[in-house]
């Protein structure tokens, strides 16, 4: 086969690749919605069964689709607490760290080399010998070599306060552009720049203000 058939089909596999999972991030952004809309329902004295059993589904699924990159998973959770109130408040908190972490911890388990084959498979050269070049450092390497690398002065910044910059993009309105709660705790994960502790501990202040407030003022705090 020609050089030039063996491009084609290579460039054909990649499209194909992409396609497969925009497909997926599609699927799971109409799954968020399906559970938020259905979760639109009435608590009556004959429906506790039904309402736990949703309820406890919803958390589930709500774990899940929070920890997926690009999927607006906090929907759910906002929905559980538009529904039922304060008393549901821990719970959604708790399946948030528990989706956030799953993220990070994902992210933490996939090797470099996966990232840097998929950034050469959709040409990103720039990407593929960044990650090449910090593959092989340790924490505190990998800080300085991208503070020596960064392309403008507030980066080395960042690296230096990141745990408060990760808390800071966990809240940032439109932060789904950036991938979303998931998207960025798998990148943290990634970039094996944040501890298993600061890690926990960040998610666990960033996102505990709303939890806090709906559980002090009511759910009337999301609507205001």
């Known amino acids: 086969m020609s050089r030039g058939r063996w491009a084609a089909m290579f460039r054909w596999q990649t499209i194909a690749k992409i396609a497969c999972l925009v497909g997926l991030l599609i699927a799971a952004n109409l799954a968020v919605h399906t559970i938020a809309d259905s979760l639109n329902f009435q608590v009556r004295p004959g429906n506790e069964d039904a309402v736990h059993r949703t309820i406890t589904v919803s958390a589930a699924l709500y774990s899940i689709l929070l920890a997926i990159p690009f999927v607006p998973g906090a929907e759910i959770g906002l929905a559980l607490i538009a529904m ?9 908190y708790v399946c948030t760290l528990a989706g ?34 910090i593959e092989p450092l340790d924490q505190q390497e990998r800080l300085a070599f991208l503070a020596d690398k960064a392309p403008n002065r507030h980066l080395p910044f960042l690296l230096r306060h990141r745990y408060l910059a990760l808390a800071v993009a966990l809240n940032v309105p439109g932060n789904f552009l950036i991938g979303g ?28 203000p709303v939890p806090i407030a709906v559980f002090i003022f009511g759910k009337e705090f999301l609507a205001g």
């Open 84 to 92: 039922l109130g304060p008393p549901i408040a821990f719970l959604v």
């Open 100 to 133: 956030l972490s799953l993220s990070f911890v994902v992210g933490r388990l996939i090797p470099l080399s996966v990232l840097i084959r998929l950034s050469e498979d959709i040409r990103f050269k720039r990407m593929s010998e960044l990650l090449k070049a």
């Open 181 to 208: 709660g998931g998207g960025i705790a798998m990148l943290a994960g990634v970039s094996r720049l944040f501890s298993i502790p600061g890690f926990l501990l960040t998610i666990a202040a960033a996102v505990a």
